[in-house]
């Protein structure tokens, strides 16, 4: 990832995200769904079958 680019590497693919990455006063912010897909790629049914519930509103 480098700063003002939506584009990442994910092992040795190119992945574009929603927004970039960005430095802002010497601390990193990155696209939240982004990181959430690539530490936890499950879908809806292995999330509820490891105990969690949707909530809806």
Do not use: L
């Not at 990181?35 to 969690?52: E, L, M, T, W, Y």
């Amino acid at each position: 990832m480098k700063s003002g680019s939506n584009i990442a590497m994910v092992g040795s693919k190119q992945v574009v995200m929603d927004t970039s990455m960005r430095i802002v006063n010497g601390r990193a912010f990155v696209p939240v769904r982004f990181v959430s897909a690539a530490q936890f790629p499950i879908d809806a049914q292995q999330f509820r079958k490891a105990g969690f519930k949707e909530q809806r509103t």
